[in-house]
């Protein structure tokens, strides 16, 4: 393994559209990268994506792969940031939660990180039944209400599930997040 790229040959999709928070998407982009990764920006739109940061609108992402092109399958880990507008207008889009429920199939159980209000497309996908997991405090009750064991803690790790709460915690998420694409498939 090659020490300053450990992740070389490992391919990660990031799923986001508007309204993603910047720095959940970039924070771990960027982690993701320096540590050999190739990273695809999936949307359900070509194009560009504008994040949000505070109370505006932030920086464009050029979107790589259109979400109708790929499958889990081609991809090694999942990331999905947070921010309020990303994961709402997500968890409403059929081909966002069938992509997210291949990484958890029985043949796949590939890590997956999800930050902030990301979760919420955690529960729309159905796959937090007996998890530990965190998120941003006001979608706590959704996710136990999807099944989930809710903590309040900076980062939970959960059998290849990567969760934090808010970009304060980016860096315990993204040590985690690169240990779990690290490692690989997790079984049950």
Known sequence: MNE????????????????????????????????????????PQAGNITGWSGKSWAEEVTVDKVLADVKA????????????????????????INFIQGFFSADANKPVAAICHGPWLLAEAGVL??????????????????????????????????TSRNPDDLPAFNKKLLEEIREGRHHA
Not at 25 to 42: F, H, K, M, Q, Y
Not at 73 to 92: A, S
């Open 4 to 43: 300053s790229k450990p992740l070389a040959g490992k391919k990660v999709a990031i799923l986001a559209t508007d309204g993603f928070e910047q720095s959940e998407l970039t924070s771990p982009r960027n982690a993701l990268l320096n540590a050999g990764a190739e990273v695809d920006i999936v949307s």
């Open 73 to 96: 399958e081609y991809y090694d880990g999942l990331v999905l940031p947070g921010g309020l507008i990303n994961p709402d207008t997500l968890r409403q889009d059929k081909q966002a």
């Open 129 to 162: 039944k007996g998890r530990k997991v965190t998120s941003f405090g006001s979608i706590s009750t959704d996710l136990k209400n999807a099944g989930a064991d809710w903590v309040d803690e900076p980062v939970v790790v959960d059998n290849g599930l990567v």
